[in-house]
C-alpha cells in the first residue's frame, strides 16, 4: 500500500486589486515538518479573481511504532528555495494527519479495531486518503511582500586580465582588458555574527569569449535566524577588530570557543563580563545555554562601532538581510589545471546590491586570457620590441665612453647584463613568410645564429572550448632551402586554413614571441660579451619553399635603418680558488664554488689597534665588554676582466636566538668602510657615486667595527655575508640570480648581561688569542 499522501486545496487570491496582482509570480505550496520541505507544488495564477488549485504529494513523518503520521504544515507563499520559504511571511496552515477527530470516531471504530487484529497495528497497512484543506485565502499585503520581499536579481560583469603598459605617444601609462573566456563565475553571499562569517552559494555562470557573463537569482527579505543557520567559520579579521574595540574599553575577549558555529554560552561570557546579568547560572556551564543573547541587551553594555555596522557585523548590524551582500570566487580550466583565477575576501564584499549590478572582475597571473590588446603588424618591417620582461627601450644603445650597449634599465643607472635563455618578442610584418637571425660579437663580423642559440617554442590557440588554450603548434627553426629559419606566425595561418577562427582571426594567446636567445647552448656562442642580433626575411612560393632573392635585411617599424638589438651577456662560471678549511665551497658548504660573485670573511680580530688586539676563529666564546671593538675584515669582488665588473651589492647580518638579526654596516651597527679599497658600495648605485667607473664595479677588501653594545644578549651570533651580481633575464631580481653566501659563527658573552654564565666562564682556563688572516 502505498506511503505518500495528498493534500489538495485552492488558493484564493480575490482580495488581490488587479492593480496589484502580476501574472509571472509562480507560487510555491509546501508541506513542512521538522525544517525540512517534504513535499511541494508550483503554481501559477493568470488571473486574480479565480481560485488557484492545488495538489502536494509527499512521504508523511511517522514515529517509531506509531500507526498515524505526525502533523505537518503547509506554508504558500512565492517560488522560493526552502530556506527561504520557511523564513518569511507566507500563508501557514497545520493540517492534522492523525486518527479521525471524535465526531467521526464511530464511524472509523470498527474499521480501525479490524485492521488491528489483522494486521497488529502495523501503520503502513492504514489507508491515507487524499486531504483537502479547503481554500488559502491571500491577504493584499501579503502578495505584496511576496512581489516586493522576494525580487529578480541579475549580476552582469566581465572577468578581464587588466595590462598596463607605457605609450610613448602620450607619455603616460595605460591598461588593456583583455577577455577571459570560459571561467566560472561563482557569486556567494556573506553573513557575519560577531566573531563568525558564513558563505552561501548563490549562483554561477560561465564567460563567454569576451569574458562576459551573466548571473540571474531571485532573493528574499530573510528573518535573521543565525542560530539556525550551518557551515559558519570564525574570521580572524573579525576577531581582531572586535578584540581591539573590546580592549579599549576594558573587555577581555574570552579564548576562542572549540567549534566553528556560533556558541551562545560564548556571548553570554561576553555579556557578563560587560556587564550584563544572567538569567540563570546554568547558563555559565559549558555547553549549557540559556535563551541566546539578543542583540538589543549586547548593544546596551558593549561599545557602539560605526565601523563593526559598516561591515554588517552582528549585534552592531541587526537587520532583516533584504539584499545580497556578494563577493566573487572565479575559475578556469586552463593548460590542463582548474585554477583559480579571482577570489575574493570578506573584506571586499558588496553589501547590499541593487536588483541590477555590473562589475569588472581582474582575473590575477594563472589566468588563460585572450590577448586582444595589440595592433595588427605593419608589412615589410620588424620590430623587437622586449627581452625578457625589459623593453628594448630600457636596453642601452650609447657606445660611450662608457659603452653602455645591451644593459638593461640603462637610463636609470641600472645597468644590467642579461644571462641565460632570453626570450626574444616583437612584431613581425605580414608580408614576411620567414626569418632568421644574424649576430654579431663585440662587433665583429655577422653570422647566422646557429642552433641551438637560435631557439623555437610553442604558441597555443583557443578553439572555442574549454578548456583554455587548444593545441599548441612548434616554432622551431627548420633547415629550408639552405637557410636555418622559423615561419612566422601570418604565414602558419595562411598554411593552416582550418584553424578555428574568431571575427576572421585566430586567437592565439602568444602573438609576439619571435625567438629564444640561448646563450648558454653549448659550442654555439662564446659567452660573456656584446652581442647584437638582426634579422633576415623571406617570402616563400606557392610550393612553400623560400625565394632566395627576396632575402632581405628587416628594417625597424617606422625606422629607415636595419632593425637589430644590443644584448650584453654575463653568464656565471663556476670557477673558485682552491677551497681551503678558512674558505670552503661547494657539498657540505653554504658557500658556492664560483667567484661571481665571491664573499668571504677574512679575519675577526677583538679590540684592533690596541696592545690587547687579539683575532678570534670560528666557534670561539667571546667576553666582550659594552666598549670592546670587535672589526671585521672581509672581501667581495667579481673578476677584475672587461667582461664583468657587474657586481652589484651584498649584505652583512648578525643573526642570533630564534629568528631575530639585525643589519651591519648601515651606520646603526658599524659602518662599511675601505680595507683599503675604495667603493665600498654596499650596492651598485652607491659604488657610482664613490667613483667606481660605469658601467663597472669589481668590488674588493672592506672592514667593519662594531662595539660589545651591539650585541644584545648572550648568545651564538652567525655573521652572514651575502653577495650578488646585477645578471638578469629580463625579468628576474638580480639579488637572486648570480649570488653567493659566506657564514661564520661564534659565541658573545657579556658580563653585565649575563654574569653568571660569565663568572663561570672566568673560573676555566684562559682561552688562547689566535691570530693571523683567515682567508
Known sequence: MSKTLEINGTIDLSGIPPGD??????????????????????????????ALPFSVRFEPVRLPGARWPCPVRLLVGPDISDMELMAIDTVAIEVDLGPPRARDRADASATESGKESDN????????????????????????????????TYTIRGRMVCRHWYYDPHTGHYRFCDAPVPGATVEAYDVDRFFIWYRRDFIASAVTDINGNFTIRFRWCCLRWWPWLLQHWAIDPDLVAQVHALLNRHGIALPPLPPGPDPDPVYLQQIAAQAGLAQRAPAAMVPGVAGEPVSAENLLSVLPPSAELAALHVWPWWDRADCAPDVVFRVTQLCDGQVRVIHSETNAQTRWDIPTSLHVTLLANQLACCLPVCRDPECPECLQVTFVGCTTVNQIGVTAGPPDLRGYALAASAGDRPFLGNLLIRGAVGSDVDYFKVQVSRNGGPWNDLPVPAFAGFSRSYWDGSNPVPAPAPAFTPILK??????????????????????GGSVIWFDYDTLFYFNTLAS?????????????VGYAANAADDLILSSARLLPGCGQHGTESVFIRIDN?????????????????SVHLCTNEPDCYIRKICINEGTPAQYCISACDILRLAESDTLTIHFTVSVPATAQDGHLGGYTLAAEYGVSLAFDIGTGLHGAFAPDPTFEVGPDYLSALGQGAPRPHWYGGDYKVTLRGSDFPVCCAYLLRLRAWKRTTDGCSDPRYVHHNTFEFAFTVLRPELCPDICRDRNQAPALPAPAGNMG
Open 120 to 151: 497488529d497495528g502495523a501503520a503502513e497497512d492504514i489507508a491515507l486518503a487524499p486531504l483537502s484543506v479547503g481554500a488559502l485565502a491571500v491577504t493584499p499585503a501579503l502578495y505584496f511582500c511576496w512581489l516586493f520581499c522576494c525580487r
Open 21 to 50: 496582482f502580476d501574472a509571472t509570480l509562480a507560487l510555491r505550496v509546501a508541506v513542512v515538518r521538522d525544517g525540512m520541505v517534504l513535499g511541494s507544488a508550483t503554481v501559477t495564477a493568470q488571473a486574480p479573481d479565480a
Open 481 to 502: 632551402n639552405g637557410e636555418t629559419v622559423i615561419i612566422t606566425r601570418r604565414h602558419y595561418e595562411d598554411l593552416h586554413p582550418a584553424l578555428p577562427r574568431f
Open 572 to 588: 656565471q662560471a663556476m670557477a673558485h680558488m682552491p677551497p681551503t678549511p678558512l674558505h670552503p665551497c661547494g657539498p657540505g
Open 523 to 535: 659550442g654555439a656562442l662564446t659567452p660573456d660579451a656584446l652581442y647584437e642580433l638582426r634579422f
